[in-house]
Structure formats: C-alpha cells, structure tokens
C-alpha cells in the first residue's frame, strides 16, 4: 500500500519567515495530493490539494509544489503569521480509485511573533 | 463547524467495557471514515465505509467494530481486545463519487470536531 513520509516533524519559525514543509509517497497511482491544517483543539481542514497533473498551486501565502518523477511535494507558507501555527499534515490518495488517503506523520508549525 | 458532527466530545470509560462513539453527517456523502490520532502518530485509519451496508477494515482495525445502516450514520464500538484505547477519535465523511456540486474535490475529507476517549 501506500506510504506517506512527512518532514519535519516540528517546525520553528519567526514571524514573517517562510515555512516548507516536505512529503514523499511511494505510490506512483497516487493522483491527489491534499494538504490539511489542524489548530490546537480543533478539527483537520483542507488547506490546499494538487492533482498529479499539475506541478504548483498557490493560494495567497501558501502554495503546493509536486515532483511526480521524485515522488515528493511540498508546502511553503510565505510571510507567516503566528495564527498559521497549527499541525500540518499532508496526504496522498488516487481519486478515482480508492479514494482513501495515506496521511502523513504531521508537522507542528510554531510561529514565534 | 456544520456537517459532521461527533458525541461526545470527551468520554471516559473503565477497562473492560465496551464502549460506542457516534458519528452524523447531513452532507449527503456517500463516504466515511473513522481515524484514530496519538501525538507523532498522524492520522490513523481504523475502519471506512463507502456505502451504505458495506465497511472495510483500515490498518489498526483490530479491537474495533463499525456499522452503516444509514448513510448518515457510521458508530465505532471501541470494545474491550483493543489494547490501548485512550486516544482521540476522529470522523470524516468525503463525497468520493461523482462531480462535486460544490465544485470543491470530491476527495476532500471534511472531519468531526472528534472525541477523546480515556479508558482507565
């Protein structure tokens, strides 16, 4: 099955800094690539997602890079805000299959004002 | 914070005891899961269902049971061979099939507020 490796596990940045938070899959089926923000105490919400057919996705300050060949993708929040701390986790699945996501580990973002 | 909702939201209970945790959506998705979270540990899939009548086992099903009688409903009856109970218990429904009318990926999980469940 797939496996979804996630880093780093905690993350410390300044206000303002950029935050890049990294993924890997092994199944190359995998076509959907969300990524979810879970706050202290509170539900996991989709952030952002990329599809293998496309290589970047950007939303604001954050954006999704996908390498298909290496089998990695990646998050970058740009100028962070201490509200962007949160737990990230990232997510591979193939849509129009299965549907069911492989979650990675998680990464605490820390983001010091 | 509408959709999905979880009961309680923190629940105790002695070792030995079975105990169910419920799960409602009235999002209309035909797909549920449930996880389980420990800290370092991600998202762990116990048990998910994509229709009505039919669940599959995830990959730390043992200790657990699920029902899906209807669509809006998916219970996990937390019983007493699992080994290691006290963790928090998440629920999510996604659409899974079709277009999505909300134009939103039919693969996104939307998930529960969750219950944390303390066996002692």
């Known amino acids: 099955g797939e496996n979804v490796e996630q880093h780093p596990s905690t993350l410390s940045v300044q206000e303002g800094d950029s935050a890049v938070i990294k993924c890997t899959y092994s199944?190359?089926?995998?076509?959907?690539f969300p990524w979810y923000k879970q706050e202290l105490g509170k539900r996991p919400q989709l952030i952002i997602d990329?599809?293998?057919?496309?290589g970047e996705k950007k939303d604001q300050r954050i954006a999704v890079t996908l390498n298909k060949t290496a089998k990695h993708f990646s998050l970058h929040i740009t100028e962070t805000q201490p509200e962007d701390s949160a737990v990230y986790f990232c997510?591979?699945?193939?849509?129009?299959?299965?549907?069911?996501?492989?979650f990675g580990r998680g990464t605490s973002l820390i983001v010091h004002p | 914070d509408g959709g999905i909702t979880q009961s309680p939201k923190y629940l105790f209970r002695k070792e030995g005891q079975n105990v169910t945790l419920s799960c409602e959506q009235n999002?209309?998705?035909?797909?549920m899961y449930w996880y389980r979270q420990d800290p370092g540990q991600g998202l762990r899939l116990i048990y998910y269902?994509?229709?009505?009548?039919?669940?599959q086992k995830g990959d730390i099903a043992e200790g657990y049971s699920v029902s899906r009688e209807k669509k809006e409903s998916f219970p996990l009856t937390v019983t007493s061979a699992q080994k290691n109970p006290t963790a928090f218990y998440l629920c999510?429904?996604?659409?899974?099939?079709?277009?999505?009318?909300?134009?939103?990926?039919?693969?996104?999980?939307?998930f529960g507020p969750g219950t944390r469940l303390t066996v002692t």
């Open positions: 999002l209309n998705h035909d797909a």
């Open positions: 999510a429904s996604s659409e899974n099939r079709g277009g999505s009318a909300s134009g939103r990926a039919v693969e996104e999980q939307y």
């Open positions: 990329i599809r293998s057919n496309v």
């Open positions: 997510a591979a699945s193939i849509g129009g299959g299965s549907y069911i996501p492989t």
């Open positions: 199944d190359s089926a995998s076509n959907y």
């Open positions: 269902s994509q229709i009505v009548n039919d669940f």
